[in-house]
């Protein structure tokens, strides 16, 4: 990278305030503050439109989220008609042709597969009995997962973590509820740093199997065994951490590996169904230690993921179906994707066996059970909300008011810890239906009513009368 002086400077200072002024236009003004703010123009020999910001998280989340409206920015605003880049401010810009690809971070759903995998030698009969060997799944790569808003950030944190760009997100822990491409990501970062490395020594297990190693290696005496194979990887994948829940010993064994290993800056991956302050009865020191490096969560897939998603597997298994019908079960399944995907083997395989054509009624017949499921007790954040404030006597608007007495308060607490019990909304999006309230917020309210519940007699019996009213 080279520096300018005098009147470049000048001029890639004058331009750059043009690009802001017009990305502002684009962009909300949060968003321009928080991730446009501290930004620079930078003078490289690379060409023009480099942008360096101040972390790794800046720059993924602009190349996630931004790139198009940056773009226009520049030509625009000032003229320059380029195809942007961003860097951390400090460090070395890579040379495009040395440094991977991340077609799949920025995957737009509908686009071609152009994204970065081992390649055919790696992906070769070897390298799939290695994967099989460790537990990975050889089809969890980063190819064949469908980014869409519900991932686009968990994605693009594995992708960095994979390419071994995300140095600062050690830990990386991803959480969210079953079937949304937890254990997918995870497996794709593995196969990935495997590609990148043959020799690398790569640790994938559920929590689960490592507390039965863990309790094998304690009746047979051998710790120290137990602790060299986890204590000198390269990196540690971990599936449903939640698991450790209540196994105090477990507990203090894996904290103990944990920060061994970040301490010799080795990778450490968990995946959760639920965010760490919510995992029962874990050692805060744990829950402190999950929440030291980057969190991401994945979302339930939108209309148009869930279309995709079905497109990419009918591609995969060769099977062809009419566009209202796929339309139709993208409709009708939205929970999950593993649901998702159940819900097309049973109308592939029907189309396959059977001469009859495929039929909208045929296919509500044939996903008849997972559309109940899908459908049985959708309570809303409305609903809850309601109930609570008629159950206390408060005015519906006191559920979204910023007004804190404790009046008023504590049942908006009790309303967010129902919230994330009964539905299927993120943290955000239930801040976003209290008030605009963030995710930290949400969290407390959960823990404090939970907290209350088991030494506050009144407290759960006004929250099992709630939750009996509203699954009614």
């Known amino acids: 990278m080279s520096s300018s002086t005098g009147g470049d400077d000048h001029e890639q200072h004058a ?86 690809k991340h077609a799949a971070r ?192 994945l979302q339930p897939p939108g209309f148009e993921t869930r279309v995709a998603i079905l497109r990419r597997k009918m591609e995969q298994w060769k099977v062809e179906l009419e566009n209202n019908i796929v339309v139709h079960i993208a409709n009708s399944i939205k929970s999950n994707v593993r649901r998702l995907e159940g819900a097309l083997t049973r109308v592939a395989s029907y189309s396959f066996l059977s001469s009859e054509p495929m039929s909208i009624q045929k296919v509500d017949e044939l996903l008849g059970d997972l559309v109940r499921d899908e459908n049985t007790n959708q309570i809303t954040i409305e609903q809850i909300q309601k109930t609570v404030a008629d159950y206390y006597g408060l005015h519906l608007g006191d559920m979204r008011s910023r007004r804190r007495p404790a009046s008023i308060a504590f049942p908006r607490q009790v309303a967010m810890f129902l919230s994330r019990k009964l539905t299927k909304l993120s943290l955000v999006e239930i801040g976003d239906a209290f008030g605009k309230r963030d995710h930290g917020t949400v969290i407390h309210a959960c823990k404090k009513v939970k907290a209350d519940m088991e030494t506050e007699v009144e407290v759960k019996g006004a929250v099992e009368k709630l939750i009996a009213q509203l699954e009614r």
């Not at 003004?29 to 800046?58: C, T, Y």
């Not at 602009?62 to 860097?87: K, Q």
């Not at 990196?235 to 203090?252: C, G, H, M, N, V």
């Open 106 to 297: 920025q995957l737009k759903v509908g686009e071609p597969d152009k994204v970065v995998t081992p390649d055919s030698t790696a992906k070769g009969l070897a390298f799939e009995r290695r994967l099989k060997r460790l537990g990975i799944n050889p089809e969890f790569d980063f190819e064949s997962f469908v980014v869409g808003d519900n991932s686009q950030f968990a994605h693009a944190a594995c992708s960095a973590v994979a390419y071994e760009e995300g140095r600062s997100f050690n830990p990386l822990f991803i959480h969210g509820k079953a079937g949304l491409g937890k254990t997918h990501l995870m497996s794709a970062v593995a196969q990935q740093l495997l590609a990148n490395d043959p020799k690398a020594k790569i640790v994938f297990l559920t929590a689960e199997h490592f507390a039965n190693e863990f309790i094998e290696a304690v009746r047979k005496g051998s710790l120290d065994t137990f602790r060299k194979a986890y204590r000198h990887a390269d990196a540690l994948l971990i599936d449903d951490i939640q698991f450790l829940s209540a196994k105090e010993r477990t507990q203090d064994e894996f904290f103990h590996t944990f920060n061994t290993l970040l301490n010799t800056q080795t990778q450490v991956i968990l995946t959760c169904d639920c965010p760490a302050p919510e995992i029962q009865t874990l050692d805060p020191r744990l829950v402190s230690r999950f929440e030291s490096g980057l969190t991401v969560e």
């Open 15 to 100: 331009i750059w305030e043009k690009v802001k002024a017009k990305l502002s236009e684009y962009i909300s003004a949060d968003a321009f503050s928080r991730w446009f703010k501290n930004a620079e123009l930078v003078q490289a020999d690379q060409g023009p439109g480099i942008v360096g910001v101040q972390s790794d998280m800046h720059q993924i989340w602009i190349e996630t989220n931004y790139m198009d409206e940056l773009r226009a920015a520049f030509a625009e605003g000032a003229g320059v008609h380029c195809s942007p880049r961003v860097m951390v401010k400090g460090q070395e810009l890579p040379v495009e042709e040395e440094k991977p």
